[in-house]
């Protein structure tokens, strides 16, 4: 990005405001604005071609060989701008190594390549720490002691043993002075039942 006279102007104004904070007048105050508002517009037109530069390297690359000499000549400048080269750009210069421009993009985006590999291992090397705790651990009331005390059989309170029910008492048996009776009396033999006579009398018919 490049300054014209009249924007390093304002720029070097307002540096020395930054360093020297100093009452600004309000030309100034406008002049930093107007600057503020070029730069964003120019870094955003820089991100606009900067995506149309890479969606033509994804074409020319997706087209090779046929376009090889549009392809380095897009790689270099994309390179130039902080582009880092993805496998697919590793994959396609090692393709066309037989050329000394792609022999030499390929030494480049290698060497980048790598260095992005050694970044990220570096960043993974890392131990995680773990935060120390902020509140000590305190114990809850009753813990242990209270479920011990908890599964203590429950204890009767005392109170007037006379009011206690008692047991019954079994049932009395028969008096010693009366007899036992006998199985002969509870259980009498049976009769047999009388012999029929010897002679029995005889009836006379009726004539």
């Not at 030309?27 to 508002?37: M, T």
């Amino acid at each position: 990005m490049a300054f014209g006279a009249q924007e390093l102007r304002v720029l070097r104004r307002a540096l020395a405001l930054a360093l020297h904070p100093t009452p600004a007048s309000a030309e100034d105050v406008q002049d930093c604005l107007r600057l503020a508002e070029s730069v964003d517009e120019a870094a955003r037109e820089g991100a606009r071609l900067r995506a149309f530069l890479l969606a033509d390297l994804a074409r020319y690359r997706a087209a090779l060989p046929g376009t090889a000499a549009g392809y380095l000549v897009l790689l270099e400048e994309a390179l130039s701008s902080g582009y880092r080269p993805d496998p697919d750009d590793l994959s396609a210069l090692r393709a066309l190594r037989g050329n000394p421009t792609a022999a030499a993009l390929l030494d480049r985006c290698a060497a980048l390549a790598e260095q992005d590999v050694r970044t990220r291992l570096a960043g993974c090397g890392t131990t995680p720490t773990v935060p120390a705790s902020r509140t000590r651990l305190t114990a809850l009331p009753g813990g242990l002691a209270a479920l011990s005390a908890s599964e203590e059989p429950v204890k009767k309170p005392a109170g007037n043993p006379a009011a206690e029910p008692r047991p019954q008492s079994p049932a009395k048996g028969p008096r010693p002075d009366r007899p036992i009776p006998t199985p002969g009396e509870v259980f009498p033999p049976k009769r047999k039942p009388a012999p029929p006579p010897a002679n029995p009398p005889q009836q006379l018919a009726a004539g």
